[in-house]
């Protein structure tokens, strides 16, 4: 594993040396607030059509089977994703048999997944996942070996976290609801920073 400081130019040189004439995935992992999905849509985004963004997060359990199984409040624990759902989609992706997968995404806004919402061509030679769990145990053990490579995103904690507050308050929390769910959020975040030393790179912005 290595840990560099790297501006987002090598990131991109980096990301575009995966596509090659298969498939490739590519993993970025982190806590909650590190900043993933603001990183793996600029790589996509610089990558021009050779690129297609599929986030973890798109196999949320929606908010009332999270109310039927008692789990509301830990929204974004491991158990609260539908684990083998994504794992399934990863395979479907590195195996390129359909001319298209169709795959979920989650719209902030409203705290949900969205089934079918994002296109993944057959011809695009890279697909870029991102997520809290990609280097985790148990149910998301089988994500790492279907990844080419994984990048591990390790920002400042107390920034992290004033960014989770930001965003919760941005999306309908009142901030002192923002702050009691960042501080629920912060076991996950454990969780998550666990895992650094099993990526191929670790990314400081």
Known sequence: MADRLLDPDELVRRAAALCGS???L??????P?????TLAAALVGALAGQAVLVPMDGFHLADAELDRLGRRDRKG????????GYVHLLR????????????????????????GALAVPRDVPLVVTEGNYLLADG???????LLDETWFLDVDPVQRRQRLVTRHV?????????????????RNAALVE????????VVRL
């Open 22 to 24: 298969g498939r490739a």
């Open 26 to 31: 590519l993993g970025i992992a982190g806590a």
């Open 33 to 37: 607030g590190a900043g993933k999905s």
């Open 77 to 84: 624990a491991p158990d609260t994703f539908d684990v083998a």
């Open 92 to 115: 479907r992706l590195r195996e390129r048999e359909d001319d298209v997968v169709w795959a979920p995404t989650f719209v902030r806004q409203q705290e949900q997944a969205v089934a």
């Open 139 to 145: 149910g998301f053990a089988p994500v790492r070996d």
């Open 170 to 186: 941005q999306h309908g929390r009142s901030p002192a609801e923002a702050e009691q769910w960042v501080v629920s959020d912060d």
């Open 194 to 201: 666990a895992t650094r030393d099993r990526a191929d790179l």
